[in-house]
């Protein structure tokens, strides 16, 4: 399960940002902060994520944070 935020971003917290994401299903705004890895379509309930890979790639709470499943598929597609 993921976390709301992320552990290893602490000092980022300071520096939220917004990002206007575009729902890949019914084309609707999300909005995503930059703490937050996930936001659901007010429209149509479908995810949307953050971009997570960046974070597997650098992050040493990565693991931590995404769980080992979906921290050893997303390692995967590298």
Not at 3 to 9: K, L
Not at 54 to 68: K, M, P
Request: one cysteine or more.
């Amino acid at each position: 399960m993921l976390n709301h935020y992320c552990p290893g971003s602490f000092s980022l917290h300071r520096h939220i940002t917004l990002d206007i994401k575009t729902c890949p299903q019914c084309g609707a705004d999300v909005e995503l902060f930059s703490i937050d890895k996930k936001a659901t379509c007010e429209q149509c309930g479908f995810v949307v994520y953050n971009n997570l890979q960046a974070c597997i790639d650098w992050c040493r709470y990565a693991e931590q944070c995404f769980g080992t499943e979906l921290y050893n598929k997303l390692k995967q597609r590298q």
